[in-house]
């Protein structure tokens, strides 16, 4: 099955900068690699994803790259602002959705 | 369209009891992932439906189970409770069957005493 690491578990940055959250899979059939947000006491939900035919993907200040080859993905933020303060989960697989151990990224005012 | 909708919200049991947790999907979605979140232990997977079938199933142990019904509604059940049973019990439904996209609920907190 599918193995998703993500580091690091604990990231603080100050606001204005940028933040950077990478995550390695297993499986070399995925195909689609979400990413979700999970506010404090909130559900978790799907900010960006990016699909293996594609290296890179942006959303206003969040963008995604994959590498294929080295079988592992990236988040970034720029212009970090206190409401990105959360906890980030990468995830993979097909039918069967496994996620990496979350990144509690804390964004200093 | 209303969300995806989990109850009870909270749950509290003591060891040996069981419990049953429910889930409506989002209206159209026929696919429902269960996860287990637990502090530093990320979102790990239970069991996953489709059109009523379990296509998927996570490392528990067989104290866990589920079911869907023929509305894409799900229900999981824990039996014979233990105290690192104690969780969120998230559930999260996709419109496809490739479970791209999962919607959360905003889960069940189980406390096991």
């Known amino acids: 099955g599918e193995n998703v690491e993500q580091h690091p578990s604990t990231l603080s940055v100050q606001e204005g900068d940028s933040a950077v959250i990478k995550c390695t899979y297993s499986?070399?059939?995925?195909?689609?690699f979400p990413w979700y947000k999970q506010e404090l006491g909130k559900r978790p939900q799907l900010i960006i994803d990016i699909r293996s035919n594609v290296g890179e993907k942006k959303d206003q200040r969040i963008a995604v790259t994959l590498n294929k080859t080295a079988k592992h993905f990236s988040l970034h933020i720029t212009e970090t602002q206190p409401e990105d303060s959360a906890v980030y989960f990468c995830a993979a697989g097909y039918q069967k959705v496994t996620f990496g151990i979350g990144t509690k990224l804390q964004v200093i005012p | 369209k209303a969300g995806v909708t989990q109850t009870p919200r909270y749950l509290i049991k003591t060891r040996g009891q069981q419990v049953t947790l429910s889930c409506s999907p989002i209206?159209?979605?026929?696919?429902v992932s269960w996860y287990q979140q637990t502090p530093g232990q990320g979102l790990q997977f239970l069991f996953e439906y489709f059109s009523e079938t379990q296509r998927n199933k996570g490392n528990f142990p067989g104290r866990f189970s589920g079911r869907q019904f023929s509305n894409s509604r799900s229900e999981m059940n824990v039996s014979t409770l233990e105290l690192g049973d104690s969780a969120l019990y998230l559930c999260?439904?996709?419109?496809?069957?490739?479970?791209?996209?999962?919607?959360f609920g905003s889960g069940t907190q189980l406390s096991v005493l």
């Open positions: 999260a439904s996709s419109l496809d069957s490739r479970n791209e996209k999962l919607f």
């Open positions: 209206s159209g979605h026929r696919s």
């Open positions: 499986d070399s059939a995925s195909n689609y």
